[in-house]
C-alpha cells in the first residue's frame, strides 16, 4: 500500500461566536475560504481542531479550537497522527507588524509578537512555513489584546476580503511549488530574502 505524504494547511484563531470576523481570525477566515473553494466541510477532531482530511489533494485543512495561546497542542497533534514533517505544514496568522492585507510569507523564523505562533513553536520548533497576514496596529492608544479581538471597520473589509482571497492562492501555490515560490509571488518588494 502507498504512503501519502500529508501536508497540513493550519489557521490560527478563536473558537466562538464572539471571535468570528475579529482580526486575530483571520487564519480561520483563510481555511474557511480554501474550504469553500474545494467543496469541503471541516468537522471536530479528537477536541483540538476542527479538521478535514483532503484526500484527493493529501491535505489536512484545520483550525484549532484550543485557543489562541495554545494553538501548538492542535498542531502537535496534527502533525504526528498525519505524520507531517515542519516544512509540510503551513501555519496562517494575523499579524500586527504588517499594514492591513499585507501577505509575508516565511520558510522558518521566530514567533515575534504572537502568541499563536509562540505556542507553535513550543510545540514543533521554528522549521515551518508560516503566512502571515496585516491586521496593522490601530490607534496607538488601544490596547493590543483589545485591537486584534476587535473586528474590521467597513471600510476595512473590502480590503482584509482581498487578502483573504490572496491567502488562499498563496496557499495553493505552497502546496503545488513550495515555500520559496510562495514567498517570490506574494511577499512585497524587498520581504523576499529575511525570515521571522
Known amino acids: 500500500m502507498e504512503t501519502v505524504l500529508w501536508k497540513a494547511i493550519v ?16 487564519g480561520f477566515e483563510v481555511i474557511d475560504e480554501l474550504a469553500r473553494r474545494w467543496r469541503v466541510r471541516l468537522k471536530s477532531w479528537k477536541r483540538v481542531a476542527d479538521l478535514v482530511a483532503v484526500r484527493d489533494r493529501s491535505v489536512v485543512l484545520a483550525k484549532p479550537t484550543t485557543y489562541m495561546n495554545v494553538s501548538g497542542v492542535a498542531v502537535e497533534k496534527i502533525s504526528s497522527f498525519y505524520k507531517i514533517a515542519p516544512p509540510s505544514l503551513l501555519v496562517l496568522v ?19 509578537t504572537h502568541n ?14 508560516r503566512l502571515r497576514i496585516g491586521v496593522g496596529r490601530g490607534d ?38 513550495g515555500i520559496e515560490q510562495t514567498m517570490n509571488r506574494f511577499n512585497a518588494k524587498g520581504d523576499q530574502a529575511t525570515q521571522g
Do not use: C, K, M
Not at 490560527?12 to 461566536?17: A, K, S, T, V, Y
Not at 499594514?99 to 523564523?109: D, E, K, M, Q, V
Open 11 to 26: 489557521g490560527l484563531g478563536n473558537p466562538g461566536r464572539e471571535y468570528e470576523g475579529t482580526r486575530h481570525n483571520l
Open 94 to 112: 494575523d499579524d500586527i507588524d504588517l499594514p492591513l492585507a499585507r501577505l509575508r510569507a516565511r520558510r522558518a523564523g521566530s514567533a515575534g
Open 116 to 129: 499563536g505562533l509562540r505556542s507553535v513553536v513550543q510545540y514543533i520548533g521554528t522549521d515551518f512555513p
Open 140 to 177: 496607538p492608544q488601544w490596547d493590543l489584546a483589545d485591537h486584534v479581538t476587535s473586528t474590521f471597520g467597513a471600510d476595512e473589509r473590502r480590503e482584509v476580503e482581498q487578502a483573504i482571497a490572496s491567502a488562499a492562492d498563496a496557499v495553493d501555490v505552497f502546496l503545488t511549488d
